[in-house]
């Protein structure tokens, strides 16, 4: 054979066996196309960033779409179905429930609630009780160094400046933890404010502003000055603000950090819950009975509908999805909770969540949960 003619074959054998590989390749990769299946969310902001960091892990075709537009408005988009699944940290009231008629909870994880202020010079730790807390937002005690809060912090010199409080202007779960805590501490905030995810903020000598969501709360106290707000521990700690030692019922001042949480999860959640079809709305773990808990403490809620049909565009491959997705996130997702001073969920409340999601139906079918 003509030597120009065989290294002619040689190279076009190579291009091809070359062709060949780069083929292989390529069809071994992982597709980078969209995700075939997108489920929508919306609601609370307390544990936005655990299921922000859940839905960013889980690793799937379904691509995970949720918006943290508080707890109302998350409720609000359940009932109009909106939304394939929403999120709040108060469960559904009658008249909620009456909206979205076979609605289900499901328990996803337990935060605490933070007081936290800005005083130059006064570091995390400052004493309150719940009487002095509801007295503040109240309007009742005015400037920081009333004696009301000098007498629980003598070793503290606090600055004779009027109080600004700061709360959300939005519906809001966890407005509706805060406000039912302050019910429970002052007899005179039961009867003129109460609790729920929206309430008529007294003013305050210094000043009452509402800022949206957890986030909105954070930002507004740490940038103004003799400011007190309540924000979800996460976010107290993701923006380095210092916060208050509450008085739980046993007398002893309790910071909130994961394992103050845990402990007011361990006694408040240890029997005695409802199936995830019936009402939360008696379930709380403010002050807990153990020792050393966290008085300020609560869970939070997936909502979604028992029979997934009656939201409009549902298809059972979707269905599927959202149940598989709810199934990672009280197991494989409880794993990133304690990173982000979330309490994971005790096994008891697991127990209960499987059966939930194990009970929703595509038409009447049960869905695979893996």
């Known amino acids: 054979m003509n030597t120009k003619y065989a290294i002619v074959i040689a190279i076009a054998a190579i291009a091809i066996i070359i062709g060949s590989v780069a083929a292989y390749v390529y069809l071994s990769q992982p597709s980078t196309t969209a995700p075939s299946i997108t489920l929508n969310g ?131 779960g966890t407005t509706f933890i805060f406000t039912g805590y302050l019910s429970a501490s002052s007899s005179s905030w039961n009867s003129s404010v109460g609790q729920g995810k929206t309430v008529a903020w007294p003013n305050a000598p210094g000043g009452a502003i509402g800022s949206n969501g957890n986030t909105g709360v954070a930002s507004t106290v740490n940038g103004t000055q003799c ?45 005695g819950l409802p199936a995830g079809n019936e009402s939360w709305t008696s379930v709380s773990l403010l002050n ?9 403490a609560s869970f939070t809620y997936l909502l979604t509908y028992k029979e997934l049909n009656v939201i409009p565009g549902m298809t059972q491959e979707r269905a599927t999805a959202l149940v598989q997705f709810l199934w990672y996130v009280v197991h494989d997702g409880q794993d990133l909770a304690p990173g982000l001073a979330y309490a994971k969920l005790p096994s008891n409340v697991v127990q209960i969540d499987e059966a939930t999601i194990r009970s929703l139906t595509f038409n009447g079918q049960q869905l695979p949960t893996t």
């Open 42 to 172: 919306a609601g609370a902001t307390f544990p936005y960033p655990l299921l922000n960091s859940i839905i960013t892990k889980y690793s799937t075709n379904v691509k995970i779409n949720y918006q943290p537009i508080g707890s109302g408005g998350g409720i609000s988009d359940l009932k109009t179905k909106t939304v394939d699944f929403a999120a709040s940290d108060a469960p559904l009231s009658a008249s909620d429930a009456a909206g979205a008629p076979n609605a289900v909870h499901i328990p996803e994880t337990i935060g605490a609630v933070t007081l936290a202020y800005n005083l130059p010079g006064v570091p995390s730790g400052l004493h309150l009780t719940g009487k002095v807390i509801a007295d503040i937002f109240q309007g009742t005690i005015t400037t920081w160094n009333d004696p009301a809060i000098q007498s629980l912090n003598t070793n503290v010199t606090l600055p004779s400046k009027a109080i600004v409080t700061v709360h959300r202007s939005d519906g809001s």
């Open 227 to 271: 400011a007190i707000g309540y924000v979800e521990l996460a976010y107290a700690l993701q923006n380095g603000m210092t916060v208050a030692a509450v008085q739980n019922p046993a007398g002893n001042w309790i910071q909130p950090t994961l394992e103050s949480t845990q402990l007011a999860v361990q006694s408040g959640a240890a029997s």
């Open 288 to 296: 807990a009975p153990d020792a050393n808990a966290y008085p300020i």
